[in-house]
Nanobody, 128 residues
Framework: QVQLVESGGGLVPAWGSLRLSCAASRRTVSSYTMGWFRQAPGKEREFVAAISWSGDSIRYADSVKGRFTISRDNRQQNTVYLQMSSLKPEDTASYYC????????????????????WGKGTLVTVSS
């Protein structure tokens, strides 16, 4: 069983920056697509960004393009990062890390497809 542990959430003012991390408990995940979803209070979970195992393929939700950057490090502990800049109050949500063997539409379709593994989430609050 793989565990995904997110960190880096917190309270940040509008237009500020924050970096989220997600560490996987097993190196198996180095061959998985990894990504981020978010869920605001009273809303459905939505896709934010995903990165293929090699890092060659990356996709972002339109709402975060140009402001968020996803990256990963497969060398030691398999970790995926989400650098968030120019944050807006509407970015306030719990952010969840996910990993899946497949790259494809299951990540960004609405609603998202079933993922192999999920983290428990980290809360990001952007104040206006």
């Amino acid at each position: 069983q793989v565990q995904l542990v997110e960190s880096g959430g917190g309270l940040v003012p509008a237009w500020g920056s924050l970096r989220l991390s997600c560490a996987a408990s097993r190196r198996t995940v180095s061959s998985y697509t990894m990504g981020w979803f978010r869920q605001a209070p009273g809303k459905e979970r939505e896709f934010v960004a995903a990165i293929s195992w090699s890092g060659d393929s990356i996709r972002y939700a339109d709402s975060v393009k140009g402001r968020f950057t996803i990256s990963r490090d497969n060398r030691q502990q398999n970790t995926v990062y989400l650098q968030m800049s120019s944050l807006k109050p509407e970015d306030t949500a719990s952010y969840y890390c996910a990993a899946d063997r497949r790259w494809g539409s299951k990540w960004y379709q609405d609603p998202p497809g079933i993922m192999d593994y999920w983290g428990k989430g980290t809360l990001v609050t952007v104040s206006s």
